[in-house]
């Protein structure tokens, strides 16, 4: 039987993020090698072994892996039938330099639930349109990275922070049509993304990109009661196409857009 190699690779319009690679490998065995962005892989089916500075690791499924940029590493399958992976490259301004040698000394997170939010992160960037939510997703994705490799410090949960919500609910309020990057909102409201996230998370009950989905399905319900057809509707409202209003047309509001649109008396 011959060995199967698929690979997917792509560059989201995601900051930060210079790559996506999706894989399954049979028998591929990377050489000793170096990357300049960080490594953050999850294995979906099989394992990998590696070598990360002269010590054997691997990747167990509750495993996240992060390799720091810089350092040498090589990969072969752990198994028989070898493995299926996803993994993102992420440059500095996702994770700083001061990660690497704690990242040496622990590479392998055993950490369901962020194994569960970096799998979350490859569906939304999957999906064109949903930047927003990978977006937020990944910051938290490295605010629990972080926790994990840096030493804590004192102090509990941040305090909430209603006015610094209301404040970005208004930018979103504002950037309806045309949507807004999280760094861009922070900058603005002079707030660190992962809080500002969590803040507005805590006020409303709703993640930011969620609370823009909802504003977007709602004036897409209008659009479609007065007779305008899907594709014209998702354009009008700041969906990327008529599949991306349809994903979140259904959730919202349980029927896709032509058949709500059908349904109008």
Do not use: C
């Not at 900051?15 to 399954?24: L, N």
């Not at 979906?44 to 509750?62: F, N």
């Not at 990969?75 to 440059?91: I, N, Q």
């Not at 500002?196 to 709703?206: D, W």
């Amino acid at each position: 039987m011959g060995t199967r190699e698929e690979v997917t690779a792509w560059r989201p319009r995601v900051p930060g993020v210079t790559e996506v690679f999706h894989a399954r490998f049979t028998a591929y065995a990377y050489p000793m090698h170096v990357h300049e962005a960080w490594t953050l892989l999850i294995v979906d089916d099989g394992a990998v072994r590696y070598d990360l500075d002269r010590h054997e690791h691997g990747t167990p499924h509750d495993t996240v892996s992060l390799l720091p940029p810089h350092v040498p590493h090589n990969g072969s399958p752990a198994t028989p039938h070898g493995f299926r992976k996803r993994v993102l490259y992420l440059d500095a301004t996702r994770l700083g330099d001061d990660l690497i040698g704690p990242a040496v000394d622990s590479p392998d997170l055993r950490d369901p639930v962020l194994r569960r939010r970096v799998g979350q992160v490859h569906a939304a960037l999957r999906r064109p349109g949903d930047e927003l939510e990978a977006d937020s997703r990944l910051t938290l994705v490295g605010e629990r990275l972080r926790a994990h490799l840096r030493p804590r410090t004192p102090g509990g949960a941040p305090a909430r922070d209603p006015g610094l919500a209301r404040r970005l609910r208004e930018l979103l309020d504002e950037r309806v049509l045309t949507g807004i990057a999280l760094d861009e909102a922070a900058a603005l409201v002079q707030a660190h993304p992962a809080h500002l996230v969590r803040a507005f998370s805590a006020a409303y009950g709703i993640a930011p990109h969620q609370y823009l989905m909802s504003r977007r399905v709602d004036r897409a319900r209008g659009l479609l009661l007065a007779g305008r057809p899907p594709a014209d509707v998702a354009a009008a409202t700041g969906f990327y196409d008529q599949s991306h209003l349809t994903r979140h047309f259904r959730r919202l509001v349980g029927v896709p857009p032509g058949r709500y649109r059908g349904s109008a008396r």
